[in-house]
């Protein structure tokens, strides 16, 4: 009986250790502390559909129905970051009495200077690496906003769905007939004529092209040998002018083409390949809504 009594007290303490420790790591929501829940919008990340550690968000909070401002709302661009878990925010924030509209955009800037006109330029290098933030070229460029109206406190999560509000341009490489081997790995691919400077209205999501930017290049995100992706401001790209850059093999294809960027669709432009320049092929495909 006495072994099975300082067994019992053994494991009685051992739970009681694991119970303690489980409260302290585990983070206290207060009543009426803002908790909410971020959900991504699609596919266009190539390994997973969701966001991943270390991603940061802005929040504004504002009584329900008053303009969004740069100061003066009851949450002012508070940063939420995510810990593969849940979001949680540089500091605790608090509902105020009565209904509330809340917007969210990602990725994280920690300056804003015009609620309606926000400048958003994208990288010009989308195939690079992920830097010291965790994001790599493209996800910088990917530039998701979300808003929901009319919120009461609670103490459960608000969900917010975001959306995509940049255009999103595939290039897939077929082989010619007359092109032999493999489409080699160490293939670049760019969208030129393009402008990547962008004005976002962060109170209702809409993006233009800045009119006084010229027009740029991007290096498109590798997925694999034959599949590139960039993010691109919305445009028309209406002359006749240099679209698609391909180089592999030690050779350059330039071609021109004619397309029109939606807000959150996605373009697959197809090139096919040829040894003779002349024969080379781009086709343009209609646009996929809600990438």
């Known amino acids: 009986m006495k072994t099975k009594n300082l067994i019992w007290a053994v494991m009685t ?11 302290e790591n585990s983070p206290t929501i207060e009543e009426g502390e803002i908790q909410l ?19 940061r968000i802005g929040v504004f909070v504002t009584a329900e129905g008053e303009a969004l401002q740069i100061g003066g709302n009851e ?21 105020n009495n009565g209904k509330h509209d809340v917007y969210a955009y990602y990725p994280y800037g920690k300056s804003i200077n015009d609620i309606s006109n926000y400048s958003f330029t994208l990288q010009t ?31 459960s999560p608000v969900k917010m769905k975001f959306g995509h509000k940049m255009s ?13 081997g493999n489409i080699s790995s160490a293939t670049e691919v760019y969208i030129h004529s393009t402008v990547t400077k962008a004005s ?30 960039a993010c691109v401001v919305p445009q028309n790209i209406t002359s006749r002018r240099p679209l698609v850059e391909v180089i592999t093999g030690g050779v350059s294809y ?15 432009i197809t090139v096919t390949l040829d040894k003779n320049p002349e024969k080379l092929k781009i086709e343009i495909g209609g646009e996929i809504v809600g990438w």
């Open 13 to 23: 303490l051992a739970m009681s250790a694991c119970s303690n420790d489980f409260e």
């Open 37 to 55: 829940e971020f959900i991504y919008p699609g596919t266009s990340r190539a390994t997973d559909t969701q966001f991943e550690a270390k991603d």
């Open 75 to 95: 949450v002012n661009n508070e940063l939420f970051i995510y810990n593969g878990s849940s979001w949680t925010g540089s500091r605790k924030v608090y509902w």
């Open 125 to 155: 290098d989308q195939n690079a690496t992920a830097d010291s933030d965790g994001l790599t070229g493209y996800e910088k460029s990917d530039f998701l906003w979300a808003s929901v109206k009319s919120v009461a406190a609670s103490n």
């Open 168 to 180: 999103n341009v595939v290039v897939k490489l077929i082989k010619g007939e007359n092109y032999s």
């Open 200 to 229: 976002i209205d962060l109170s209702t999501g809409d993006v233009s092209k800045d009119d006084y930017a010229g027009a740029g290049s991007i290096r498109c995100r590798q997925l694999s040998a034959t599949e590139y992706t």
């Open 254 to 268: 330039l071609m021109e083409g004619k397309i029109s960027l939606k807000p959150g669709c996605r373009h697959t």
